[in-house]
């Protein structure tokens, strides 16, 4: 069985005591910690925060900030 838990950073070193008594005491078979952050590139990276704006983006369009443009967009 596997199971996946997100733990805080300030929290990580009580819980892997945690997890290391639950193996003393054969209570778990064994544990691995890996690295759940996705190592991207740095144009993924920008690619991602692009899109995060997008929404901020529409709604200062909406509210009349910016500059008006002569293109069109058909989705």
Known sequence: MQ??????QHK????LDFLKLLKKDQMINDFEVIDG????S???QEV???ISNISSAI???????GHKKALKINL
């Open 3 to 8: 199971l996946n838990i997100d733990i805080e």
């Open 12 to 15: 990580s070193t009580l819980f």
């Open 37 to 40: 952050k996705p190592n991207l």
């Open 42 to 44: 740095k144009y993924e």
């Open 48 to 50: 991602l925060n692009d």
């Open 59 to 65: 709604n200062d369009a909406d509210n009349g900030i």
